[in-house]
């Protein structure tokens, strides 16, 4: 197997682990938790399922306390005469959601108990009843007092108890960590039962089952009850859960993912009551939102690890997307469809594989540049480097027609030179000759298109655009003078004998590209514009100026510099050329030194 396709293989089954341990982990529960509020918020307001009956809610608030003189815990006779009146109005269940005393005050008031000991056993002869016992002290429930437990029964006793998340908001009512000593069930679970819905109790509270919660005032059903109004409360309640509560704002309270109460309209923080209602819709609803089972979370973090695979570019980063809005509105649907999933971590997945992928390619494509750089650093000139490096040249796209100006250099005399010297000396020579000559056309932009023998031919304009392509040439010739100039200081004081060049430029269309096979290319430039610049050159040796240029290329300066216009001049191999001599004014302090 290739090294890249093993590299990609082993690099996507590292993501699908370390995607496994996301999942199975609870590092990300914050955005979990975040989204699936949102998501739910989001369901409420544009899809929140109905309910056939929904939940009755009688609530003890400020105006019952205001209306009763007694002290709560004296209030046996009233909620005797309440339990009573429901019993006559023939509920499905009824929940006490508020704490009966915790002992006895016949010792206080004799038979006070007896009123409410009689209206809890009316109230089982007709319908079931559960007693809801909150927190108390440490990890038990708040007691109740055994005259009145009797009189329930046991079994009727449920757990009021909410555990928080870890971010403090209730999104369930049951966890195992807060479970009491006592280990009752919840309070909704337990109603929810005598209607014949069950569920798991770790399930998450659905809340975009049904609307606000309204609630009747306990002082308007006693009142019905005393007023002989039977048929006014049973209209109300006959056939339904019923929730007996206390939603006095001092009652403690829980920061809710929605708000819920209708009598304090966008309050995040609502009594405790309203979660055990809206957990107990929920169970009557579609049932508790259950969290997917583990295989399925794994299956899914495999799929969402596989953004490893392809390159990047836009076409992935649309994948990015749409697979990011495919899990946002597929587990928002699920939810919708009482199903949980860890929203948060699987788009950690989808951005980690992503995201993985595109510093690999990024670390793998520098090395490459860097393998690149070193191995061909010598072999093409910087301006060529960077558009192969950059993308600008393809080895397999078509050549390109593009306008570029071509100097030609050539030493003169060099063969007979080379007779009386040897090979090494030459080569040694030719190489300090070509750095001088290399710097010059670099600094002004020009690509150094191939050495040929004691000669060279450069480009301006490709690959490297320049917005004056002519007047690059024409800088660097001049610079080459200057710097063969001091060049020859040097080989002078070395006992050799200074050189002389001649320069060739000239203008026009060419067709730029690779050229060669698939194992051996070379970019190269074709076309008239090459084979007239090195006719130039050449022309350098008899009419006595270092630099020859076409016409085009001298009125980009303007003809200024000191060029002198040599008229048409024939061409070997076209027509005629209107051609200009130029001696560059830094390069007239050259001297032909002698050794």
């Not at 509105?329 to 919708?336: H, K």
């Not at 080569?427 to 002004?444: G, K, M, P, T, V």
């Not at 130039?536 to 290329?553: D, H, I």
Request: charged letters at 20%; proline letters at 6%.
């Amino acid at each position: 197997m290739p090294r890249l396709q093993r590299d990609i293989l082993l690099g996507f089954a590292l993501i699908c682990c370390l995607a496994i341990s996301l999942m199975s982990s609870n590092l990300l529960r914050w955005a979990d938790q975040s989204l699936y509020d949102s998501q739910t918020r989001w369901l409420r307001a544009r899809m929140p399922s109905a309910l056939p009956q929904d939940v009755v809610v009688i609530g003890l608030d400020e105006a019952a306390y205001e209306s009763i003189p007694e002290p709560y815990a004296l209030w046996h006779r009233h909620l005797g005469e309440l339990l009573a009146g429901l019993a006559e109005a023939k509920p499905a269940v009824v929940g006490l959601a508020t704490p009966l005393p915790v002992r006895s005050y016949d010792f206080l008031i004799k038979g006070i108990d007896a009123p409410l000991i009689d209206g809890i056993k009316r109230l089982r002869a007709a319908a079931p009843l559960v007693v809801g016992q909150p927190m108390g002290i440490g990890r038990q429930l708040r007691p109740i007092a055994p005259e009145l437990l009797a009189a329930a029964g046991n079994s009727t006793v449920a757990s009021l108890a909410i555990c928080e998340d870890s971010d403090g908001t209730v999104r369930r009512i049951y966890q195992q960590r807060c479970v009491t000593e006592d280990k009752n069930e919840p309070f909704a679970h337990a109603m929810a039962k005598h209607m014949g819905r069950d569920g798991s109790p770790s399930g998450m509270i659905d809340y975009s089952a049904g609307g606000e919660i309204e609630y009747l005032p306990f002082r308007e059903v006693l009142g019905w009850i005393r007023q002989g109004q039977a048929e006014q409360l049973k209209s109300r309640i006959q056939g339904r859960a019923v929730v007996v509560a206390s939603l006095l704002p001092t009652e403690a309270r829980y920061r809710l993912p929605v708000s819920l109460a209708a009598w304090e309209r966008g309050s995040r923080t609502e009594p405790g009551a309203v979660a055990h209602v809206q957990a107990l819709r929920s169970l009557l609803s579609r049932g508790l939102i259950e969290r997917v089972s583990e295989p399925v979370s794994l299956v899914l973090a495999v799929l969402g690890a596989l953004l490893w695979f392809g390159r990047n570019g836009w076409i992935k980063l649309a994948a990015l997307l749409a697979t990011a809005c495919a899990v946002v509105a597929g587990s928002t649907y699920a939810i919708w469809q009482g199903h949980y999933l860890h929203t948060g971590a699987l788009l950690a997945v989808v951005l980690m594989a992503f995201l993985a992928r595109l510093i690999w390619e990024s670390v793998r494509h520098y090395r490459e540049k860097q393998l690149l750089r070193s191995a061909f650093a010598g072999h093409v000139s910087p301006q060529v480097m960077r558009a192969i490096l950059g993308g600008a040249l393809q080895p397999d796209a078509d050549g390109e027609r593009c306008k570029v100006t071509i100097l030609f250099a050539d030493i003169r005399g060099f063969t007979a030179r080379s007779e009386n010297s040897t090979p090494e000396a030459m080569i040694a020579l030719l190489n300090r000759y070509y750095a001088e000559a290399s710097a010059a056309i670099h600094a002004r932009g020009g690509a150094i298109d191939k050495f040929i023998g004691d000669g060279l031919m450069a480009t301006f304009g490709v690959p490297q655009p320049l917005p004056a392509p002519e007047r690059n040439a024409l800088e660097a010739a001049q610079d080459m003078l200057v710097r063969i100039s001091r060049l020859n200081t040097e080989l002078v004081a070395e006992g050799l004998a200074p050189l002389e060049i001649g320069i060739g430029i000239h203008s026009g269309e060419v067709l730029a590209g690779y050229v060669g096979t698939r194992k051996r290319r070379d970019f190269m430039v074709i076309g008239d514009p090459v084979n007239t610049a090195s006719r130039l050159e050449s022309m350098s040796k008899t009419v006595g100026y270092p630099v020859v240029c076409s016409n085009e290329v001298a009125a980009s300066v303007g003809f200024a510099g000191g060029m002198v216009d040599l008229g048409q001049q024939d061409i070997k191999g076209r027509s005629p050329l209107h051609v200009w001599g130029w001696n560059p004014p830094l390069a007239k302090r050259v001297k032909k030194a002698r050794p």
